[in-house]
């Protein structure tokens, strides 16, 4: 596995968060992997760990998570 990468158990562990809602994350476009070793998804920590928080202080802020998805999306695609 690559070092700067993080197993879906490694960041359910690290980051406190369920494998319900790394799915859903995942699902909505919140999260994406970057790729699997064998059967297990892997994840490149540092933009998990940006996303997670970026994720987290929109919450705070009365963001529903799918304009969340919306949000952080368009900031991806934009040029």
Request: glycine content about 6%.
């Amino acid at each position: 596995m690559p070092t700067n990468t993080l197993s879906a158990v490694e960041l359910v562990r690290r980051f406190g968060i369920s494998y319900q809602t790394l799915n859903h994350y995942t699902n909505l476009g919140l999260l994406k992997d970057s790729g699997r070793q064998g059967l297990k998804r892997l994840y490149r920590a540092d933009s998990v760990k940006k996303r997670l928080r970026m994720i987290k202080a929109l919450q705070n802020q009365g963001y529903t998570l799918r304009l969340i998805a919306q949000r952080l999306n368009t900031r991806r695609s934009a040029p």
